[in-house]
Every structure is written in C-alpha cells, then in structure tokens.
C-alpha cells in the first residue's frame, strides 16, 4: 500500500511555498542531508534548524546520492521511506529530494532565507554564496556530541555481532 507524503514536494512546488512565505513577511529554513536513521542527533538539529526561520525545508539526498556519497552499504532506509520518516517530525514543513553533488543548484532553485548547517560543514557550506546574494543568511548548527548516524549503526553491528557470539 502506498501513502503519500504531503510533505514531499518538487522544487517548484517548493519554491512556490517559499514565495508565499515571503508574501506573508515569513522566512523560510532549508537544511540538507541523508536523514537515514533518525536518533536525538538529527532530530534535535532539525528542531534547532527549525527555529531559524518561520518554516523548515529539508532537502533530502536521494539514493543515489547517498551512496555516492557514504558508499555502497547506505542508505540503510531508502529515500521514500526517509521522506516518510522525516516529514511527519513537527521541526519539518516540506521535504524536498535532490541527489546533485551538492545541494548549491537546488537552494539557488529554492532560494531559503536562512541555510542551515551542522558544524561538520562549517569549513564548507554548499550554496552560501547563493542565500547571502539574496540578503539570507548561513546558520551552522552545533552537533550533538557521540550522536551520529555512523556512530548509531557501529553500536547496531557491535551489539548485533554480540548476539550471534551468544
């Protein structure tokens, strides 16, 4: 059985929403990234992202992009199944998947206010320029420390690994 997402949207249609944010004096967030097992990691960055504007865009990476990106073994959880995830989170007004390199063609497509980062990334933020032409503004988020996704699946295999020496 398929359930739609009505969080998930196309570029355009998010870009029409983002317009009617700015119509109504309102700034939208955009943020980017696999999301591929959610943990208090990424949903406390989500809701700090969140909180930058007045409604949140998450740009999803596709599979594709993930695995070209994080290897073969990702994503754990495909692309519908992470919009399917991530969506329904109160910090999350639109999902919007892209599987570019980077994500710099889609936020000048999208064009956010506020482009919102984790730390990790602070050396390098993938569409900047763009948002700041625009009179927006980059945001990097601190991480949570010891939550990451790759962490959280090293702590599933050594438990897992456990199980079958039991």
């Not at 599979?63 to 290897?71: E, I, L, M, P, Y």
């Amino acid at each position: 059985m398929q359930i739609d997402n009505p969080k998930a949207m196309t570029v355009e249609e998010l870009r029409g929403e983002r317009d009617k944010l700015v119509a109504q004096g309102k700034k939208l967030a955009f943020t980017n990234g696999c999301f591929d097992i959610l943990h208090r990691g990424p949903v406390t960055y989500l809701t700090f992202a969140r909180n930058q504007g007045d409604a949140l865009a998450v740009g999803l990476n596709t599979d594709a992009s993930v695995r070209a990106n994080k290897g073969d073994d990702r994503p754990i959880n495909s692309e519908q199944d992470r919009a399917f995830v991530v969506g329904p989170l109160r910090a999350v007004d639109f999902v919007v998947f892209w599987g570019d390199k980077e994500p710099r063609d889609i936020i000048s497509k999208i064009l956010p206010q506020m482009l919102v980062k984790g730390s990790e990334w602070a050396h390098y933020v993938s569409g900047c320029e763009v948002v700041e032409a625009n009179g927006g503004r980059v945001v990097v988020a601190d991480m949570v420390e010891g939550r990451s996704t790759t962490n959280t699946i090293q702590r599933i295999l050594q438990a897992h690994a456990k199980d079958e020496k039991a």
